[in-house]
C-alpha cells in the first residue's frame, strides 16, 4: 500500500484484519509521519512509539480485534492513560503518570485501538486555539500561522496532518467541535453522559464531555461506539444503549428529515464566507430531500454569559486540588517555606493566565453574596436554554447553524482579548448547557480554510447527527489540507 | 479567677447549648470508593484514585451510607429528604485530597426531628435540625516538634486511609429551656444518641477511637432577654467531656458576661487533660466555603416505599427497652439512667437474658465492673468479660459456692485474662470451705489470736464476734463460708443466740 497514513479508520481496520498490512506496519508508519511532520505542527506533547508497536503486535498476534484494531489515535492530553505523562496542557502538572487509565482509554486499549500518544490543548481545556498550552501552541495544518482550533487543537490538527486517523477529544463548550470546524475534520460531542468522564481530568463537570474525532464521518461512528456506554465508575453516566451511530453513518438518509436552521446563531460576527458555505450545506440537505424551517431559540443570546460562570465556577472547585502536596509541580519546597507558600507558589507558576483568571471568575461567582446574582442565575439560563431545544425538538428532529462564526484566525490574533476567544464558541455552547448531543461536519472552504456545519439533536439521538453528517459527506467534495508547508 | 461557679452561672444566665454530633458510619467501604475502611490500618494503604482524589477521578455513592442516615434519621424522627444532593464545601487544607468535601449543604437527607432523654427523672426533647452526609479527611501527623502540634514541627505527614469514610452530622436545633442542668442534658444527648446508633449498628460509636466526635455550642444571655452570642467548642471526644465542656463554658462565659465583657463568635479548642478550652479561630476570619450543588453526583432520590420499609425494620428504641426493662425487671427509673449514662443497658440485658437476675445484674455492672471500667480508662461494655461470664458468676453466688468477695476476685481473674470463671475458680482454688473440719483450726487460731474479743462473747457482748469471723476470713483468703465460721465461734465460745 502506497501511503498508510492516509487511509480512513475503516480501510485500516479491514486492511490489517485482512491481513494485506499489519497493524505494527500502520503504527510504524505514522510513528514515521509523527517524526516528519509533527516538528511544524506541534499536534503531539508526547509520543510513545513503544507503547503503540507493543499494542499494534498484540493486535497482529490475534489478542485483540474489533471494528478499530490496529487503527492509530491520538489521545487529548485531558485523558489518563496509564503510567503516560499527563499534563492537561499544564505545567502544575508536568511529569505526572497516572497510576490508572481513564475509562475511554481503557476502552480503546481494550479494542486494540493502538494509542501513538497525547494531544496538545489550551491548558485544562480552558482556550479555542491551543495558545494557551503551556507548552507552546498547535499549528492548523491548512495554513501554519493559523490556530487548530482549541481546545483540542492538537487532536484535530494530528488527524488533518495524517498524523493519525482517529483521535479523541473532550467538549465543554466547543473543544471537539470548533477544532474539527477550523481544521475541516468532524468532531461529535456525545450527549452529556453518554461516554464516561472517569478518567477525564475535570475542567467543568456538569459540562465535559469526550468525544470521537475523524477525517470521515463513519470514522467518527466506528469511534464513537468503541468509547461510549455505561460506566458504574462515574455517576452521570447513562445507562442506556448507545444510538446506532454507525447504521446512522452508514446510512446517510436525510429524506424527510425536519431541520430546524436557529434564527440567533447568525449575524454580526459570522463571516460572510462562513455563512455562505452554512447556507449552500442546508440547500445541499434540503436538495436531498429533508424538510428544512427557521426556528427561534431565543435564550441562546444568553448561552456565553452563563457559560462563563458555570464553567469557571465548577473550575475554580476542580483545580482546588492542583496544591503540590501529593503529585505534580512543587515549587519553592526549601524546607523552610510553609505550606500555604508553597502552595501559593507552586500555583503561581503552575497555571497559565487564562487558567488563573477562570479560577478567580468562578471563586468570585461562588462566593457568598454574589452566588445568587451569578451562579444561580446562570443556572436559569440554562435551564431556559434546555427549554428552548425541547420545544425545537416538538417542530423539528435537529438544529444546524455554524460551527463557528470565523475560519481559522491567525495566532496570537485574539491572544489579548479573551471577550473575542470565547465568541468562538458562541454556537457550541447551547448544547454543552442542555446536555444534547452536537456534532461539526466539513461544509467546504472559505478563503482556502475550513468552515464547519454544526449539528444539534435531541439527548441520546447522536444517530440524527451522524445521518445528516454522512449525507453531507457524500453530497459535497471532500476539502484536502494542501498541506504546501511539507518539504 | 476568670469563671464563675456553673451553679452560680446558671442562676444568673438561661444556658442555650446546641450539639453538632460526626459519626463514622461502619460501612465495609468508604463513602465514594471501595477501599476498606478498617481501623489503624499502615497509612495510605487504603486508598485509590478516588479517595486520593487524582486527577480525573469520579466519586460514586455508598448505598449502605445513604440506607444508614436515613435509618438514623428515622429513629430520630425525622423527615426523609424525597429528593436532595450533595454540594461542595471548598477549602484548602491538605489533609483533604480534593481541597473541597463533599457533603450536603442546604438540602439535607432527613431534616426536623428529636430525641428524648431523662436527665434526673425529667424528660428533656432535643430537637434534631438535620442529619446528613459527608465525608471525612485525612490525617496529618506532625513530626519532629515537641508537642506533635503543627507549631514547631519540622514536617508533616499525612495518612489518606480515613480520607473518604462516610460520616454522618447529627445537628440539634438550639436547645433551651436546660435550667441548672445545661451540661447534664448534653451529656445525657450524645449518650442517648450514641445508644441509639449503636442500636441501630450503623457505627462502633467509639468516641476514644474518633467514630464519634462532638462540637458543643453555647451561649448565655439574661431572663428575658435575646440569645448571646455563642461559642463552639470542637475536640470534644468522650462523653465526660461534652459534660465538661458545656459547664466549663458556661463558668467561662457567665464571668466574661458579669464584667461587663463581650463574648466573641468563635471556635474554641477543648483539651481533655484540662477540662477547659482555648480560643481558637473567630468566626470573623471564618471562611467562605463557596457551597454548590456536587456535579459529579446525580441527586439522591430515596423510594418512598423503601424509606418506609427501613422504618418498619428499626430496632427498638433505647428508650422503649428501658421502659420495659424498668416494667419487666421491677428496676428503677434511677437505676435504669444510670445505666444508660454508663452505657451498660445492653450488656444488663443481655446478662439477665443468660440467667442472672435483674438486680445481679443492675450490681455486677454499675457496681464492680462499672469501677473495672473506670480503672481501666474505656467503657464497661468493652471490658474483657461478657454478660454471660457474669451471669455464670451470679449463679455461683446464687448457689453458695461463691460469697461476694470471691465472686469479685473471680471476676477479676477473668478480666485478668485469666479464663473464664470457672477456670479462674479452679486455678485460684476460690470456692466457699463449709467443711466443718477445715474451719475449726481456724476458729480455734482465731480465738487464740484475739482472747480479749473472745472473752467479750462469752461476757455476752454477741457483737464482737465479728472480729473473729474477720480474722476467720482473712485466715481463709475469704473462702470460709462466712455464716458458718460464725456459727462455729459462738459454739466453741459456748454462746447461743
Redesign the interface.
Known amino acids: 500500500m502506497s501511503d498508510l497514513t492516509r487511509l480512513t479508520a475503516a480501510e485500516t481496520a479491514s486492511a490489517i484484519a485482512s491481513r494485506e498490512v499489519s497493524a505494527v506496519e500502520v503504527a510504524q508508519a505514522h510513528l514515521d509521519r509523527i517524526a516528519k511532520v509533527d516538528g511544524q505542527v506541534h499536534a503531539f506533547l508526547h509520543v510513545d512509539a513503544e507503547g503503540a508497536l507493543a499494542q499494534a503486535r498484540r493486535v497482529d498476534d490475534g489478542e485483540l480485534s474489533g471494528p478499530l484494531a490496529g487503527v492509530p489515535l491520538a489521545l487529548k492530553d485531558v485523558l489518563c492513560q496509564q503510567d503516560i505523562p499527563t499534563t492537561v496542557g499544564s505545567k502544575i502538572l508536568e511529569g505526572w503518570r497516572p497510576p490508572y487509565d481513564a475509562t475511554v482509554t481503557a476502552r480503546l486499549k481494550a479494542a486494540g485501538v493502538v494509542i501513538l500518544g497525547k494531544t496538545n490543548m489550551d491548558e485544562f481545556a480552558m482556550g479555542s486555539s491551543t495558545e494557551h498550552s503551556a507548552y507552546g501552541p498547535t499549528h492548523n495544518p491548512w495554513d501554519l500561522t493559523r490556530i487548530p482550533g482549541g481546545s483540542g487543537g492538537g487532536s484535530s490538527a494530528a488527524l488533518a496532518s495524517y498524523q493519525a486517523p482517529l483521535a479523541i477529544g473532550t467538549d465543554t463548550g466547543g473543544s471537539i467541535r470548533q477544532p474539527a470546524s477550523v481544521t475541516g475534520t468532524v468532531g461529535v460531542k456525545p450527549t452529556y453522559g453518554g461516554v464516561s468522564r472517569y478518567g477525564l481530568v475535570a475542567f467543568s463537570s456538569s459540562l465535559d464531555q469526550a468525544g470521537p474525532c475523524a477525517r470521515t464521518v463513519l470514522d467518527a461512528a466506528l469511534l464513537h461506539e468503541v468509547i461510549a456506554g455505561y460506566d458504574p465508575r462515574d455517576s452521570t453516566s447513562i445507562n442506556q444503549p448507545v444510538p446506532p451511530v454507525v447504521a446512522a453513518a452508514r446510512s446517510g438518509e436525510v429524506k424527510g428529515l425536519r431541520i430546524g436552521v436557529v434564527k440567533e446563531l447568525t449575524g454580526d460576527g459570522y463571516e460572510e464566507g462562513v455563512q455562505q458555505r452554512f447556507d449552500e450545506a442546508v440547500a445541499i440537505l434540503q436538495s436531498l430531500g429533508a424538510i428544512v424551517t427557521e426556528v427561534s431559540c431565543p435564550h441562546f443570546s444568553y448561552a456565553l454569559t452563563a457559560y462563563y460562570l458555570i464553567a469557571p465556577s465548577e473550575a475554580s472547585s476542580n483545580l482546588a486540588r492542583f496544591d503540590a502536596v501529593r503529585y505534580g509541580l512543587r515549587v519553592g519546597d526549601d524546607g523552610e517555606r510553609s505550606l500555604e507558600e508553597v502552595t501559593a507558589l507552586t500555583r503561581g507558576q503552575g497555571f497559565g493566565a487564562e487558567v488563573k483568571r477562570r479560577i478567580i471568575l468562578g471563586t468570585y461567582a461562588l462566593s457568598s453574596g454574589y452566588y445568587d446574582a451569578y451562579y444561580g442565575q446562570a443556572q436559569k439560563v440554562r435551564t431556559l436554554i434546555t427549554r428552548d431545544f425541547q420545544k425545537a425538538w416538538e417542530s423539528v428532529d435537529v438544529l444546524v447553524a455554524p460551527t463557528c462564526p470565523t475560519v481559522a484566525f491567525p495566532l496570537g490574533a485574539k491572544l489579548e482579548d479573551p471577550l473575542a476567544m470565547y465568541k468562538q464558541d458562541i454556537c457550541s455552547i447551547p448544547s454543552n448547557l442542555y446536555g444534547g448531543p452536537a456534532a461539526s461536519f466539513p461544509a467546504g472552504l472559505s478563503e482556502g480554510l475550513p468552515v464547519g456545519l454544526q449539528v444539534m439533536a435531541p439527548t441520546l439521538r447522536e444517530d440524527l447527527l451522524y445521518q445528516v453528517g454522512a449525507a453531507l459527506e457524500r453530497a459535497l467534495p471532500a476539502a484536502v489540507p494542501p498541506l504546501a508547508w511539507e518539504n | 479567677m476568670t469563671a464563675i461557679p456553673y451553679a452560680e452561672a446558671l442562676a444568673e444566665f438561661e444556658p442555650v447549648i446546641g450539639l453538632e454530633t460526626h459519626v463514622e458510619l461502619g460501612t465495609a467501604s468508604k463513602m465514594f470508593c471501595g477501599c476498606a475502611t478498617e481501623f489503624g490500618a499502615e497509612p495510605n494503604t487504603q486508598t485509590c ?1 478516588v479517595c ?10 455508598n448505598e449502605t451510607a445513604i440506607e444508614s442516615t436515613i435509618r438514623i434519621g428515622l429513629a430520630l424522627h425525622c423527615d426523609i429528604a424525597t429528593w436532595c444532593r450533595f454540594a ?1 464545601k ?1 477549602y ?1 487544607y ?1 489533609d483533604m ?4 468535601q463533599t457533603s450536603q449543604y442546604d438540602e439535607p437527607l432527613c431534616t426536623d426531628g428529636y430525641l428524648d432523654v431523662q436527665v434526673k427523672g425529667e424528660t428533656v426533647r432535643i430537637p434534631i435540625e438535620r442529619v446528613h452526609l459527608e465525608e471525612d479527611t485525612g490525617k496529618s501527623l506532625h513530626v519532629g516538634g515537641a508537642t506533635g502540634r503543627i507549631h514547631g514541627a519540622s514536617h ?1 505527614l ?1 495518612d489518606y486511609n480515613r480520607a473518604g469514610i462516610p460520616l454522618v452530622e447529627i445537628v440539634t436545633k438550639p436547645v433551651t429551656g436546660t435550667g441548672a442542668m445545661p451540661a447534664e442534658v448534653a451529656k445525657a444527648y450524645v449518650t442517648e444518641l450514641r445508644d441509639v446508633l449503636r442500636g441501630l449498628g450503623v457505627s462502633d460509636v467509639k468516641m476514644e477511637q474518633g467514630s464519634m466526635r462532638c462540637d458543643v455550642n453555647v451561649s448565655l444571655n439574661k431572663p428575658g432577654q435575646e440569645w448571646g452570642t455563642r461559642s463552639e467548642t470542637k475536640n470534644v471526644n468522650s462523653l465526660r467531656s461534652v459534660e465538661r465542656a458545656v459547664r466549663s463554658e458556661v463558668e467561662r462565659q457567665a464571668y466574661v458576661l458579669r464584667e461587663g465583657g463581650r463574648i466573641v463568635q468563635e471556635t474554641r479548642h477543648f483539651h481533655e487533660d484540662t477540662g477547659m478550652s482555648t480560643s481558637g479561630r473567630s468566626k470573623e476570619e471564618a471562611t ?1 466555603y ?3 450543588p456536587e ?4 441527586p439522591i432520590a430515596p423510594d418512598v416505599a423503601w424509606v418506609a420499609s427501613l422504618r418498619a425494620a428499626l430496632p427498638e428504641a433505647p428508650s422503649v427497652r428501658r421502659r420495659k426493662l424498668v416494667e419487666e425487671l421491677g428496676l428503677s427509673e434511677n437505676d435504669s439512667e444510670a445505666m444508660v449514662n454508663a452505657g451498660v443497658l445492653d450488656v444488663v440485658l443481655a446478662t439477665v437474658a443468660a440467667g442472672a437476675s435483674a438486680a445481679e445484674a443492675r450490681n455486677w455492672w454499675l457496681g464492680h465492673l462499672a469501677q473495672s471500667a473506670n480503672a481501666a480508662g474505656v467503657d464497661a461494655p468493652d471490658l474483657p468479660i461478657t454478660p454471660a461470664q457474669v451471669a455464670e458468676v451470679a449463679a455461683l453466688v446464687a448457689s453458695g459456692s461463691l460469697n461476694a468477695g470471691l465472686a469479685r476476685q473471680v471476676v477479676d481473674g477473668v478480666l485478668a485474662g485469666e479464663g473464664s470463671p470457672a477456670e479462674v475458680v479452679a486455678a485460684r482454688g476460690l470456692a466457699i470451705v463449709k467443711d466443718e473440719g477445715a474451719l475449726s483450726a481456724a476458729v480455734e487460731a482465731a480465738i487464740a489470736a484475739d482472747p480479749g474479743a473472745a472473752q467479750k462473747v462469752r461476757d455476752g457482748k454477741v457483737a464482737a464476734v465479728g472480729a473473729l469471723v474477720g480474722s476467720v476470713m482473712k485466715a481463709t483468703r475469704g473462702q470460709a463460708d462466712a455464716g458458718m465460721a460464725r456459727a462455729l465461734l459462738l459454739e466453741k465460745l459456748g454462746v447461743s443466740e
Open positions: 484514585p486520593l482524589g487524582l486527577p480525573g477521578a469520579l466519586p460514586v455513592v461542595r471548598n484548602f491538605p485530597p480534593k481541597n473541597f508533616s499525612v467562605d463557596r457551597n454548590f456535579p459529579d453526583l446525580v
